[in-house]
């Protein structure tokens, strides 16, 4: 089943088309990482799906629950880490939970300090939220975003402002959000950590979805990284695909159709050279997002 579907959804700023005919498709139980540049369109989505704001078109469900017929349906079963949140100071971080807990009723306090727990918050319960760091503020609010035990959990960049020691427990939180039943939906910037915890990630470019799938079905090229002695000639490597040299590691990069090593470590020992290295280097997302970035730059500027 579906836990977030959108069709063809546009917002427009007056002039300015902020979200242009986006559809998405998240299944349930999913990781999705949502990733995109500054002014994507990525909280404007966010904020749309949980009924926050109107788009000027479009449907979207989540889990089947029509977001206008619904709004508050929808909110009962989503939980939302906005990238803005706002926190009282002068309370204690249980209380501040406590009292975002009156909008929605029944949740105990054992449940609070489960969730403080969750996020490394326990020994911090009783301080004053004044006197909170920027990284504890970020646990807190994720806490914040679970209070309602959310099928459906929107973390609209959740790693800012967190240490490495932050982001490998708030990667581990995550995982195990997913393992108890929960659909997750991250957006980020940050390419390295949506591989390590997502499943599927889809790229949005000035409010258009430029493709969504596994990380491993997204494409991209593979290629095979070459280093002799002495120094290959080029155009014995082009036969094998197109040829780039890395001039830091002092290595080509021959991006391949398949896996060609054993052909290319044959033609290299016939003509006199010693294979110092060859290795073969999987897509990576980073390519990918930048490839699909720079294809579509100026397309719909202005
Ligand atoms: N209330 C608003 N009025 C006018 N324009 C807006 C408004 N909110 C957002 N925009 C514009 O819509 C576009 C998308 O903004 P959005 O905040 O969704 O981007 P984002 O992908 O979340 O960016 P970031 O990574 O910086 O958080 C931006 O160009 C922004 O300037
Ligand atoms: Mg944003």
Avoid: W
Wanted: a negative charge; hydrophobic letters at 35%.
């Amino acid at each position: 089943m579906s836990a977030i579907e959108i069709e063809n959804m546009t917002k427009s700023y007056g002039r300015f088309v902020a979200l242009d005919k986006l559809s998405l498709y998240v299944e349930e139980r999913d990781i999705f990482g949502f990733l995109g540049p500054n002014g994507a369109g990525k909280s404007t989505t966010i904020n749309c799906i949980l009924g926050l704001i109107k788009p000027d078109e479009g449907k979207i469900r989540v889990c089947g629950i029509d977001v206008e017929e619904n709004p508050l349906e929808v909110r009962k079963i989503c939980g939302y880490l906005p990238e803005n949140y706002g926190f009282y100071g002068n309370l204690t971080a249980f209380e501040n939970l406590k009292y975002f807990s009156e909008f929605y009723g029944g949740i105990s306090r054992d449940f609070i300090e489960e969730l403080l727990a969750l996020v490394g918050l326990s020994n911090a319960s009783d301080k004053k939220v004044a006197e909170f760091s920027r990284g504890m503020k970020q646990r807190l609010g994720l806490a914040q975003a679970l209070l309602n035990d959310p099928k459906v959990v929107f973390l609209d960049e959740p790693t800012n402002g967190l240490d490495p020691q932050g982001i490998a427990d708030f990667r581990n939180i995550i995982k195990e959000l997913q393992r108890n039943g929960k659909t997750i939906f991250f957006s980020s910037h940050i390419l390295p950590e949506v591989k390590e915890v997502c499943k599927t990630v889809g790229i949005i470019y000035r409010g258009k979805m430029l493709k969504v799938g596994k990380i491993s079905e997204l494409g991209g090229s593979l290629a095979i990284v070459v280093q002799t002695e002495p120094k290959a000639d080029e155009s014995l490597l082009k036969k094998f695909g197109k040829v780039g040299y890395d001039e830091i590691r002092d290595v080509y990069v021959v991006e391949v159709e398949r896996d060609c090593r054993i052909e290319l470590s044959k033609s290299l020992f016939e003509n006199g050279y010693v294979v110092k290295e060859l290795r073969l280097r999987e897509p990576r997302i980073e390519e990918v997002y930048f490839s699909l970035v720079r294809a579509n730059e100026g397309v719909n500027s202005g």
